[in-house]
Nanobody, 117 residues
Framework: QVQLVESGGGSVQAGGSLRLSCSTS????????MNWYRQAPGKEREFVLR???????RYADSVKGRFTISQDNAKNTAYLLMNSLKPEDTAMYYC???????????WGQGTQVTVSS
């Protein structure tokens, strides 16, 4: 099965930026959509953005114009660049692969992002 490891979380002031990374290992031949989700304390996990295997992107309205997803296939790593961060962006961020092949589906363990006002 594909394994995912997030990194890059931390604490930042409002208006700042962070770049999260999601490194993949395991079945490197998998074709999947790479998704980012987040979960704030006391709230349900929510979709943030995705890049599919064809390179098409989709963003939640709350992050449009501020967050960008990209992939470096040579490094088997996806990136979430977050700009103009707001306190409401504070959450645990998870990457997730979604594929028609079950062994390509996976969640990472999460990385914490805290934005102070």
């Amino acid at each position: 099965q594909v394994q995912l490891v997030e990194s890059g979380g931390g604490s930042v002031q409002a208006g700042g930026s962070l770049r999260l990374s999601c490194s993949t290992s395991g079945y490197t031949s998998c074709r999947y959509d790479m998704n980012w989700y987040r979960q704030a304390p006391g709230k349900e996990r929510e979709f943030v953005l995705r890049i599919d295997s064809a390179g098409r992107t989709r963003y939640a309205d709350s992050v449009k114009g501020r967050f960008t997803i990209s992939q470096d296939n040579a490094k088997n790593t996806a990136y979430l660049l977050m700009n103009s961060l707001k306190p409401e962006d504070t959450a645990m961020y998870y990457c997730r692969t979604v594929s028609v092949s079950w062994y390509c589906n996976s969640w990472g363990q999460g990385t914490q992002v805290t934005v102070s006002s």
